[in-house]
């Protein structure tokens, strides 16, 4: 799989990381996403609120694993420190989960905000990457 996404990034003239921040999440998530579509076909307010709280889980859980085991690496591995601003955006992003969905009942609201998460890191990631290749 890093091998097709880093042909995907070379025939497309994009950043490997930029490819995999989009791709790497569908494809292994993809049971999540057929459970979720699932539930809210429903159309009922208990089945939605399962289908997001199984969205926002599986979202939590894999940020958390995979930033525990790119920190392992790192520590373990000895390997240098150039994610600055991927690690930042990670941390911000679950941050603000966690203030979004302490609340009971789930509004659109709510929704569109977790939605613009997404769009917004990969913008937050870049400007940060800005940020920090000027100094």
């Known amino acids: ?3 097709v996404l880093q042909e995907i990034a070379n ?3 994009i950043s490997p990381f930029y490819v995999s921040f989009v791709l790497a999440p569908i494809a292994s998530n993809a049971s999540e996403v057929i459970a979720s579509i699932y539930y809210a076909a429903k159309k009922t307010r208990k089945s939605i609120s399962v289908s997001f709280s199984t969205l926002e889980g599986a979202a939590c859980m894999n940020n ?3 930033l525990s085991i790119f920190m392992g690496l790192i520590f373990f591995r000895g390997l240098a420190w150039e994610y600055t601003a991927e690690t930042i955006t990670i941390i911000a992003v679950q941050i603000v989960l966690f203030a ?3 609340t009971q ?3 659109l609201l709510t929704g569109l905000v977790v939605l613009l998460m997404f ?3 990969i913008a937050l990631v870049a400007c940060l990457e800005k940020v920090y290749s000027l100094k």
Do not use: K
């Open 64 to 66: 958390t694993f995979c």
């Open 105 to 107: 009942r789930m509004s």
């Open 119 to 121: 769009p917004l890191s």
């Open 100 to 102: 979004v969905t302490r």
């Open 1 to 3: 799989m890093v091998d």
């Open 11 to 13: 025939r497309c003239h």
